[in-house]
């Protein structure tokens, strides 16, 4: 079975600082991960995903994450914060069963923004 | 992505009564599923709607509680019955594209008094 670990259920950061949200996953298998956004009062809108190839992938509004195999994390960073960012981000882990992927999503963490 | 959707967007329901959710996406899908979303908590997944048969229920779920319909490939809903206060959250469906990627609607925010 898998499991994904996101430390830390709130981070704050300074408008323009990097912003660091860190995932450890758990897979037995080769893992697909996700990183998905929710805005206040908003449904989940993927952010980026991992399933093969290249290990630093890139996703919408300049978010990156890099695929760590020996350290099993996949760590969401941006250079830059924007106060639009403030949401709660979700790290999650697949595993390709051959007819569908089940997720499995970690608690999640809650960016905040300030001036 | 096809574009997915959900009805009502949130309702405010009285205990002992049921709410039927619905979920529409505008392009046939294989896979379709419906997740909770309790205050503050992380997403947990219900049942896999899968079309022509019965949905397939984590434990946990149990098909009484949450009866699920799939009639066709673009469509299926989800009745939480019976409610209780307990069962305030936020119920969200999804659908997974040939990309083994899920995809979300927006979610149905539900209050039981």
């Known amino acids: 079975a898998q499991s994904v670990t996101q430390l830390g259920s709130h981070v704050s950061v300074s408008e323009g600082a990097l912003v660091l949200l860190r995932c450890n996953y758990s897979s037995s298998v080769p893992p697909y991960l996700f990183w998905y956004v929710q805005y206040p009062n908003q449904g989940l809108q993927l952010l980026l995903k991992?399933?093969?190839?290249?290990?630093l992938v890139k996703g919408i509004n300049g978010f990156e994450a890099e695929f760590k195999k020996s350290e099993t994390s996949f760590h969401l960073t941006k250079p830059s914060a924007h106060m639009s960012d403030a949401a709660e981000y979700f790290c999650a882990v697949s595993v390709n069963t051959g007819t569908a992927s089940k997720l499995t999503f970690g608690t999640g963490t809650r960016l905040q923004v300030t001036l | 992505s096809a574009v997915i959707s959900q009805k009502p967007s949130r309702d405010i329901c009285q205990r002992g009564t049921s709410l039927t959710i619905q979920c529409q996406v505008d392009?046939?899908?294989?896979?379709m599923f419906w997740y909770r979303q309790q205050p503050g908590q992380s997403l947990t997944l219900i049942a896999t709607?899968?079309?022509?048969?019965?949905?397939?229920?984590e434990s946990g779920f149990v098909i009484d509680k949450f009866p699920i319909s799939r009639p066709n490939l673009t469509f299926s809903t989800l009745t939480v019955s019976n409610m209780s206060p307990e069962d305030s959250s936020i119920y969200l469906c999804s659908y997974h594209a040939y990309t083994d990627t899920q995809y979300f609607g927006p979610g149905t925010r539900l209050t039981v008094l």
């Open positions: 709607a899968n079309q022509g048969s019965e949905a397939t229920y």
């Open positions: 392009s046939q899908v294989t896979m």
């Open positions: 991992y399933t093969t190839g290249a290990t």
